[in-house]
C-alpha cells in the first residue's frame, strides 16, 4: 500500500500518516463518544493498520513498484526487501573501494610516506566514521523516504540549509562521475590500449597536451554512452552492480594474494637507477651502459639516449658519465625493511627528478631535458594536496542511505552496514598503505597483474554508472519538494518517474569535470562538496541532541553530541587543508543558495532543529532582556501598529505600514493588529483571515514584524487589550502607531472615544503615542521626497520627537529630504541665546537640522478663537439636550460643520424651526439676552478658550512656517483627566491641524530616547 504519490509533499504536514478511506474502521457504535470528532483524531486501532501496512519506495524509479496487467490495470508487487548486506554493505563498498585505490594509492605512498599515508587515511577515515554516526542516529529516528543525506538535511536543518547543502552533494556526486569516467579513460589508455589515442605527441613536452586531449575525447564518448544506458533504464546498472562489485572483490583479493607471496617471492619488477635518478624503462631493454656481446663490448640503447653516438668513444651526458647504472628490485618484499625505509615523504615541485633517498651520485649543473628517460614530478607535491586527492576514496558512506527506500528496515540496516563497510574499507586502505613507492598496484597482482587492470577498469565503470543514476534523482527530490523555484522543470520526467531533464542537467555538468581531464584537479572538488554535505549530517545530529526535543529518539544509540562536534570540526579542518580557495568556492555556492530560497524559496514547515534551534535563542533572550530595561542608547521604537480592517477583512490604510517601513527600516519589534468585534467562537474564522490579510499588506509593503488580530465584545476592549498585552516578555512594544480618526465628527460617538481612551492607556502605560493625520497622503516605499522635515518642539517629552527624523531619513523615501527644528519663545525668553542654545544640544545629539525659533507674543484672544470655542461647547450641550434622531443628528452634523467652514462668521441654528442667522462679535451680548439659555461669551470655560487659543496661534505659526513641508512632526497635548472635554479636546487637535497635508502627532512615553553621551 503506498500512501504518497510520486512528489506528494503531504508528509510534512501531520505526525504520522495521510488518511486514506476512514469508514471502514469507524462503523462500530462503541465509541460514541468521540464520534464527532472522529475525523481529526482517528481510532488507535486504525492508526496501527495504516503504519503496518506502510511502505516507502526509492523516488523516482518505480519499475519494481506497479506491474501492468493485459488488459492496462495495475497491481502492487511487494515492496522492496533488499538487507543490510545487499543493500547497504556492498553499495558502500563499491563506492568507496575505486579509482583512487587502484590509480592513485601507490603514488601517495610513495610521496607521503609511510606515516604520512596512515596518517592521511586517518584522518579521512575517522572523518566518515563519525558521519556515519551521526547518519545512523538521524537515519533511526524514524522512517527516512527516499532522498538520502539530502531528506535527513533537510528535515532537520531547514529547507534553507538543506537545499543548499543537497545542491552541494548533487554536485560532489555528479563530478564524482566525472572522476570515474576520468580513471575509467586513464586506465584504458594507460594499460589496456596504450596506442589508442587520438592525439598523439610529436616531442616528448606535449606528451601532457596530448593525454589532456585523449581524456577528453574518450572521456566525452563514455560519459555519452553511460549516460544512455542511465536513459534506457536503471534495471540495467543495478543488474551489473554486483558484476562490478565482484570485479571489485576480485582484484583486492588478488593485491592482497600478492602482497603475501611477496614473503616467499619477491616479483621480479626491476628498477633503473642512474646514480641515484629512477629512469623509465620504455624506451630501453637493458639496464647497462654496455654489454659484452661475443667478447666484444658494445652499447647499449640506454648509452645511445644519453651520447650523441653509438660508439665508445662518442660524446656523452655529463651526469651519465659521472655515475653508475644500478638495478633494483621494484618490490623488494615485505621482509627486507622497505617500509622502514619509506616511513617518510617526499615532496617537492613539479619537474624534479625522483630520487632513491639514501643512494649517492655524482652532482652536476645541467638544464632540465625532456628528452631523457628520468622519471619526474608531473606535478607539485605536498601533504595538503594529497589529502585532497585522496578524500574522494572514502566518500561513497551515503550510498546506503541513498537507498533507504529499497531497505527492508532501513532503521536497522543504515547504521550496520554503513558502519561495518567504512570499517572493512579502512583496514583494506591501512594495509594497502604499506605496500611499495612509486609502483603501479598491479605488479603485486596474483596470478595476474591483468586482474587488477580489468577489475579496475570494471570498478571505475560501475562507480561512474551508479553517479549518473544517483545524481539525477538527488536534483529530482530537491526540485519535486519545491523549495527552489528555478528547479521546478527538473522534478519532471518519463512516465515511469525517470528523471530526464535531472539526466540531462547532470550529463552537461559532469561534461566539465570531463573537460578539466586531470584526475588530480578534479578530485579536490567533489572532496569538498563531500565534506561540505558531511559537515552539515555532524551539524544536524549535534543541534537535534542539544535541543533535545521531543521527536530526537533514535534507535540507535551509539551517538553524543561531541562525536558530532569533533566530527564537524574535522570536515572544516580537511576542506582547508585540501584547498582552502575550493573551501571557499564552496561555501560561497553554499551561501548564495541560501539566501537565494531564503528570498524566494517556498515556505516549508518541516519540524527542522534550526527552528528549535531558533526558538531556544529567543526564549534566552527574552528571559535576559527582562532583567533589565533598555539603556537610553539601545532605544528605538518598537511599534504597535493599530490597524483597521474594512467589511472585507482588507486593511484600510495600508500607508500607515509603509510608514512603519521608514521608520523601522526592519530593525526592533513591529505587531501590527487589529481588532474585530464579536466573539470568538463566531469570528475565529475570519480573525486568522484577517491575520494573513495583513501579513499579505506586511510583505507588499515590505514591513517586517507580525500580525495579530483580537477578536473581543467590543473595539474598547480589543484596543486595551493590545496596549495591555501585546509582545512577550521583554519583547513589548514601546509605541503605538495608529491613523487619525478622520471625519470623526460624523461618526458615531465611540468612535472617538475609543481613539481618546487609547491615547489615555498608552500614557499611562508610560508607552509614546504616534498619530498619523491623512495617512492615506503619506509616500509609498516607492516615492522619492527631496522637501523639508518640519520638527515643531514646544514641550520636551522624551526627545522621541527628534529621534523620529532622524530615523525616518536613514531610509531612501526620506533620505533627500533636509531637517528644520521650530521651537516656540514666549515674551520673556531669549530667542537669540535660546537659538544659540539649541544649536549646541542638536550638535551633540550628532543631528544635521536646521534651527529658528518663533517668537509667539502675548496677544487678545481673537473673535475666531470665540467662535471656534462657542461653536464646540454649543454643539457639545445640543448634542447632550436634545435627543436627536440618527438622521437629525447627521443633519446637525453636517449643518454645523458647514457653519465652521466659514472664514470668521458662521450661523448658528438655536432650534429646529428657527431661521439662520449670521453672528458677529458685538450680536454676541444682544443675542445672550434673548436666549438666556442659549452659551454667550461670558459663559464660555476659560480653560476651553485659552486651549483654543494656544492651537490656533500655533496652528498660525505651523502654516506660516511649514505649509509646504513634506511633513511636520508635532508635540500632541495630553488628553484632558474626565471624560467631559473629550469632545474639546478632539477640537483642539483638529484645530491645531487644520491646513497641514502631512502630519504626525508625536506623544512621549515618559522617558528619555535620546543622549549625548556616547
Known sequence: MTLFPPGDNRRETRPFLPDQETGGYYDGKNMALFEEEIDSHPMVSSLLNKLANYTNLTQGVREHEEAEYEDGHSRNLRGPQMGTFIGVYLPCMQNILGVILFLRLTWIVGTAGVLGTFAIVFMCCACTMLTAISMSAIATNGVVPAGGAYYMISRSLGPEVGGAVGLCFYLGTTFAGSLYILGTIEILLTYIVPSSGVFVAARPEDEAWATSNNLRVYGSACLALMALVVFVGVKYVNKLALVFLACVALSLMAIYAGVIRTVIEPPDFPICLLGNRSMKNDKFDKCAKTELVNNETQTTLLWALFCNGSHLNATCDEYFTLNNVTEMPGIPGLLSGVIKDNLWGSYGPAGVFVERRGSVSEEVQENLVMDKPYVLNDISTFFTLLVGIYFPSVTGIMAGSNRSGDLRDAQRSIPVGTILAIATTSLIYQGGASVGKNLVIGTLAWPSPWVIVIGSFFSCCGAGLQSLTGAPRLLQAIARDGIIPALQVFGHGKANGEPTWALLMTVGICEI??????????????????????????????????????????????????????????????????SWYYALVAMVIAGCMYKYIEYRGAVKEWGDGIRGLSLNAARYALIRLEEAPPHTKNWRPQLLVLCKLDSDLEVKHPRLLSLTTQMKAGKGLTIVSSVLEGTYMGRGAEAKTGEQRLKAAMQEEK???????????????????????????????????????????????????????????????????????????????????????????????????????????????????????????????????????????????????????????????????????????????????????????????????????????????????????????????????????????????????????????????VLTKSQNAELVLLNMPGPPRNAEGDQNYMEFLEVLMEGLERVLLIRGGGREVITIYS
Not at 536 to 553: D, E, G, K
Request: charged letters at 20%; proline letters at 3%; aromatic letters at 10%.
Open 513 to 578: 569535470g570531463i573537460l578539466i581531464a586531470s584526475l588530480d584537479a578534479v578530485a579536490p572538488i567533489l572532496s569538498m562538496f563531500f565534506l561540505m554535505c558531511y559537515l552539515f549530517v555532524n551539524l544536524a545530529c549535534a543541534v537535534q541532541t542539544l535541543l533535545r526535543t521531543p521527536a530526537w529518539r533514535p534507535r540507535f544509540k551509539f551517538y553524543h553530541w561531541t562525536l558530532s562536534f569533533l566530527g564537524m570540526s574535522l570536515c572544516l579542518s580537511l576542506m582547508f587543508i585540501s
Open 703 to 957: 514591513t517586517k514584524g507580525f500580525s495579530h488580530v483580537v477578536v473581543t465584545s467590543s473595539l474598547r476592549d480589543g484596543f486595551s487589550l493590545l496596549v495591555q498585552a501585546a509582545g512577550l516578555g521583554g519583547m513589548k512594544h514601546n509605541t503605538v502607531l495608529l491613523a487619525w480618526p478622520a471625519g470623526w465628527r460624523g461618526a458615531p460617538d465611540y468612535c472617538w472615544k475609543n481613539f481618546i481612551e487609547t491615547v489615555r492607556e498608552t500614557t499611562s502605560a508610560h508607552q509614546a503615542l504616534l498619530v498619523a493625520k491623512n495617512i492615506d497622503r503619506f509616500p509609498g516605499n516607492q516615492q522619492r521626497l527631496e522637501g523639508t522635515v518640519d520638527v515643531w518642539w514646544i514641550v520636551h517629552d522624551g526627545g522621541l520627537l527628534m529621534l523620529l527624523p532622524f530615523l525616518l531619513k536613514q531610509h531612501k523615501v526620506w533620505k533627500q529630504c533636509r531637517m528644520r527644528i521650530f521651537t516656540v519663545a514666549q515674551m520673556n525668553d531669549n530667542s537669540i541665546q535660546m537659538k544659540k542654545d539649541l544649536q549646541m544640544f542638536l550638535y551633540q545629539l550628532r543631528l544635521d537640522a536646521q534651527v529658528e525659533v518663533v517668537e509667539m507674543h502675548e496677544s487678545d484672544i481673537s473673535a475666531f478663537t470665540y467662535e471656534k470655542t462657542l461653536v464646540m461647547e454649543q454643539r457639545s450641550q445640543m448634542l447632550k439636550q436634545m435627543q436627536l434622531s440618527r438622521n437629525e443628528r447627521q443633519r446637525e452634523v453636517r449643518f454645523l460643520r458647514e457653519r465652521e467652514s466659514a472664514p470668521l462668521p458662521y450661523s448658528q441654528r438655536a432650534a429646529p424651526e428657527q431661521v439662520q442667522m449670521t453672528w458677529t462679535k458685538e450680536k454676541l451680548i444682544t443675542e445672550r439676552n434673548r436666549h438666556r439659555e442659549g452659551v454667550g461669551v461670558k459663559d464660555l470655560n476659560r480653560s476651553n478658550v485659552r486651549r483654543m487659543h494656544t492651537a490656533v496661534k500655533l496652528n498660525a505659526a
